[in-house]
């Protein structure tokens, strides 16, 4: 009797660090052990097995009955390339074989069927998905054997690699974690339903955008489509559309939109983030109050906040508490930042008197924002904090391809506080932006940077960027192997703790920081090469297109929205002068017309063959033909704020 596949009793985390488990209840001890959330069991069904004893002996009297592959020749044989044994099977893999002779090149078999993994045992993979030919050759040195081994799928590579770069796993010592949903909804969800080809869709497309893997990437594009087909065949049903599993599914795609080429559009990011907080909506805040839930929703409102103005107001999102009232707080100010954006360029954005009163009401709402968000830094304290670590001279360094820029090196307890600092920081840079848009408003004419508020803002702005800097080589791993205080603690869901590569995830976290603080007006240069260096290495070393599209944003904030609606203020006065041109030239005209009227003759109508000496002259009156097209391209470029144009990916 020959077993056809028994699943292992082991729990999701033991089987994902290929160990074996203690299969203690309710929790593993291996997970206790190492201090990693054991994430249960799977419901275990009966084996089945049949009877194979007759097809056993006859494989082995076929193979024992073969002749030896061994003779003069068989060097030749190897040496002579690729082989390509067809068996009739369409879906292949290729099989390696290494002869006994070291500098005999390695030859490609046709033989099997390509299996497919389920979830399981993807999650069984080490992130080295592949093995080295080198520790096969070494079982077959005996002479005339060649020893083949089966390469792994690369949708298999794919999903370990997700995992190993994405999916951040809680642990005990308040360790958080980052899409840790995934995994238990991947194993309760159907292998065809619409979560597994997302999942299918993302992980190739984070495999396929490193370096020199772009032939995956067709499989990346067509597993996309397949998710987007059945993510509209999913709404179709009630039940199904309102599932965890959709809202997962579509926030995979946001993943997938960051990482690879836009196809058609850059709004592909941008229309999944509103579809998962259409689907938010309609369930409600009661139906995601379980751990589960409330990780979605936090997740998805994060997502919301980098991207744009949520229609439902701030107490309605955060009804949804987060895992801690620091996060909580913390999620609530991001939410309000994202209106505050909004607001400013709606009303800024308009010249008349009228506005003024909005105006100012807009900056004391930036103003008191800006105290609450100091406040919540320095409330900060325990594992929150950070602190300073290291100091780097300033001497000659090559700062695009350097990982630490001169000046102070911080350390922090894992990357989740980190990413969490560095994206308050960006969101003060984007407030104080506000502020001095204000400013510059209600100053007019006069230059805003002689104000009280410029000179306070200036002084702001460079500390946050200064502590953007100093958190990089924290985020990059310098000197991690040497210095304890700069590694991090933080488990991914497969693959070594202490891995020397940065994890992707780290890149897409430390992206809009960097590239809030690149393009302030405030940022030394040293600190601009340094910074759109990093965002470069994202870019082509971590296979993040989204990096890619921002670096190319020529824009300096906020001097950029400022000389924009220092032109909209000039084009308004061209057009006021115009309208009082107008109304006095009309009233002279009806004088003159009063005063010159000619009485009429005999068959000539009044008024029908007298000159106008208005005709070809009325363009004068006009506003500038020079200026209004310079406005027009200007906001027909930046399309309202670039935070919003360049996230648009």
Known sequence: MVNTGKPSRGCYMCRARRIKCDEGRPSCNRCLKSKRTCPGYRE?????????????????????????????????????????????????????????????????????????????????????????????????????????????????????????????????GNRRGHLEFLLPILNTERPNSAVHAAFSAVSLAAFGTRPDSGNILPSANRSYCNALQMIKTSLTDPKIALSDSTIVA?????FFEQLIAPRRSHKGWSSHVDG?????????????????????????????????????????????????????????LNIRVAKLRA??????????????GDVIALLQTAQDLEKEYAEWFAGLTGEWAFRTVSWMDYHEID?????????????YSQMYMAHHHNIGRSSRLFIWTT???????????????????????SQVCHRLIEDIVASVPFIFGWNKETVTAMRDPSCFACGTPDAVQVKSLWGIFVMWPMFAAAVSDFAMPSERIFLRGRLKYIAENMGIYQAAIILRAPIILPSFYIQCESLSLDVHKECQRKREVEALFEDDVEESR??????????????????????????????????????????MTSEGDPWAMATLV
């Open 44 to 172: 275990m069904p009966e084996s089945s097995s049949r009877d194979e004893t007759k097809l056993t002996k006859k494989e082995s009297f076929r193979v024992n009955s073969r002749p030896p592959f061994v003779g003069p020749d068989q060097n030749q044989i190897l040496q002579s390339g690729n082989y390509h044994v067809e068996d009739g099977f369409s879906n292949q893999v290729p099989i390696t074989a290494t002869a006994s002779n070291p500098t005999t090149p390695n030859s490609t078999w046709k033989y099997t069927k390509r299996s497919r993994g389920s979830i399981n045992s993807i999650s069984s993979m080490s992130s080295s998905a592949s093995t080295s030919p080198t520790s096969f050759s070494q079982r077959g040195r005996h002479s005339g054997c060649i020893t083949a081994y089966l390469s792994t799928p690369a949708d298999q590579k794919a999903a370990c690699y997700f995992l190993s770069n994405f999916v951040l796993l809680p642990g005990q």
């Open 250 to 254: 579509v926030l995979l795609l946001t």
């Open 276 to 332: 998962a907080a259409a689907l938010l909506k309609s369930r409600g805040p009661d139906s995601f109050q379980t751990q589960q839930g409330r990780e979605i929703w936090n997740t998805t409102i994060q997502h919301i906040a980098d991207s744009r103005e949520v229609a439902e107001g701030e107490e309605w999102w955060m009804s949804v508490p987060a895992n801690d009232p620091i996060s909580h707080q913390f999620a609530s």
């Open 343 to 356: 607001d400013n360029d709606r009303i800024t954005s308009n010249r008349s008197r009228e506005d003024a």
């Open 399 to 411: 700062l695009e391809n350097s990982v630490v820029h001169p000046g102070k090196i911080d350390s």
């Open 435 to 457: 502020i001095f848009r204000c400013v510059a408003w209600l100053c007019g004419e006069d230059n805003y940077k002689l104000t009280e508020e410029y000179a306070t803002g």
């Open 594 to 635: 009063i005063k010159l009227e000619p009485m009429p003759q005999e068959g000539v109508t009044a008024g029908s063959d007298l000159p106008t000496s208005l005709d070809g002259d009325w363009n004068i009156f006009g506003p500038s033909t020079n200026l209004l097209p310079v406005v027009q391209d200007v906001w």
